[in-house]
């Protein structure tokens, strides 16, 4: 029962993620068009019934998953269902870091948490030291997590070889997009001003 709640809430939480990244790639576009892009989404997450489901379901997801992680401890073989284990944990630690700092961000600082705020510790040193690492490991981590669900659901419709080279697929995609977003918010590929009330966080 618990499992099946954990796959459902992770619907709910993957379909925002997947418009969230598929946000955080215009940034290819340059900033505006980022800005632009997140407030047509936020039509659609930011009113009271969608944003409580979502939170809800990210705290769901975050304690159960480190339930299931506690309760099969030691049990698990295996490169997928280790990775499996260890991505689930950084993103539950992402997740409550993540959500909290927004949250925080529009409650107490007055700033809207658009994407300057998102990465405003990219362009203010050493803090990137931090956030880049930060942010890769929560894109890849997971990737990493739908890769080992991939290769779990999967596991009586198709050969173990397969299987296992599209979870590795699944990964390597993953870390493509991770490493683009990276390099996109670092302003490899156009210049990123960041307005100083939101670098003044840092400094
Ligand atoms: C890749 C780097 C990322 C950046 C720069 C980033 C940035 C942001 C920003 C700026 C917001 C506030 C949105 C708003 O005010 O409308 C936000 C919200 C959020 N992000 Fe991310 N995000 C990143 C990755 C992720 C990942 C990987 C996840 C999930 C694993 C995630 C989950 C969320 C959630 C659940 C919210 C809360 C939505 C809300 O209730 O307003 N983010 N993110």
Redesign the pocket.
């Known amino acids: 029962m618990l499992h099946k709640l954990h796959r459902m809430s992770a619907l709910v939480?993957g379909t925002?993620?997947f418009a969230?990244?598929i946000n955080?790639l215009f940034i290819l576009g340059g900033v505006q068009q980022h800005i632009d892009v997140?407030d047509a989404f936020?039509v659609i997450?930011?009113n009271l019934i969608v944003?409580s489901v979502?939170?809800l379901c990210?705290a769901f997801q975050a304690s159960s998953g480190v339930y299931f992680v506690w309760k099969r401890r030691g049990q698990r073989e295996g490169f997928l269902e280790k990775a499996q284990a260890i991505s689930g944990l950084y993103?539950a630690y992402?997740?409550l870091n993540?959500?909290g700092v927004?949250l925080f961000g529009?409650v107490f600082t007055g700033l809207d948490?658009?994407?300057y705020?998102?990465?405003a510790g990219f362009h203010v040193a050493p803090f990137q030291l931090y956030f880049v690492p930060y942010?890769f490991f929560?894109?890849v981590a997971?990737f990493v997590h739908l890769a080992s669900a991939f290769n779990w659901l999967s596991r009586d419709k198709i050969t173990e070889a397969l299987r296992s080279r599209l979870a590795f697929l699944i990964i390597v995609i993953g870390i493509i997009i991770s490493t683009t977003?990276m390099l996109g918010?670092s302003g490899a590929f156009g210049e990123i001003n960041i307005p100083a009330e939101y670098s003044a966080i840092y400094e």
């Open positions: 939480i925002f993620i969230h990244l955080h997140m936020r997450y930011r944003e979502l939170l990210v993103l992402f997740f993540h959500v927004v529009r948490t658009n994407i705020y998102g990465i942010y929560a894109v997971l977003l918010f």
